[in-house]
């Protein structure tokens, strides 16, 4: 049996943005999905938790819960960042 193991971070617009409120809010609200989509390709037991960050609308805090190691979970979030012009920082 694999161990699962949590990971916390934040997803955030960088201030000098291009896109549009709605393309981040749109993003924003489906975060939860999106990511549990790239996970499930490698660890369909992965949940995904997104809550509110205290730094506004441009900004989501997500906990992971998966089997996957450290370079896995840092390859599909840099993958995701780039694709959608996010910051993504871990929490400590």
Do not use: C, W
């Not at 609200?29 to 506004?56: E, F, I, M, Y």
């Not at 906990?63 to 996957?68: A, F, K, P, V």
């Amino acid at each position: 049996m694999d161990l699962k193991t949590n990971f916390s971070f934040e997803v955030q617009y960088p201030a000098e943005s291009i896109s549009t409120l709605a393309q981040r809010n749109a993003l924003m609200d489906t975060l939860g999905p999106r990511l549990q989509q790239l996970l499930a390709a490698q660890d369909a037991q992965a949940t995904v938790a997104v809550s509110d960050s205290h730094r506004g609308e441009a900004s989501k805090l997500v906990e992971l819960t998966t089997t996957l190691q450290d370079v896995q979970i840092a390859s599909i979030l840099q993958v995701f960042a780039s694709q959608n012009g996010v910051n993504v920082s871990a929490l400590e």
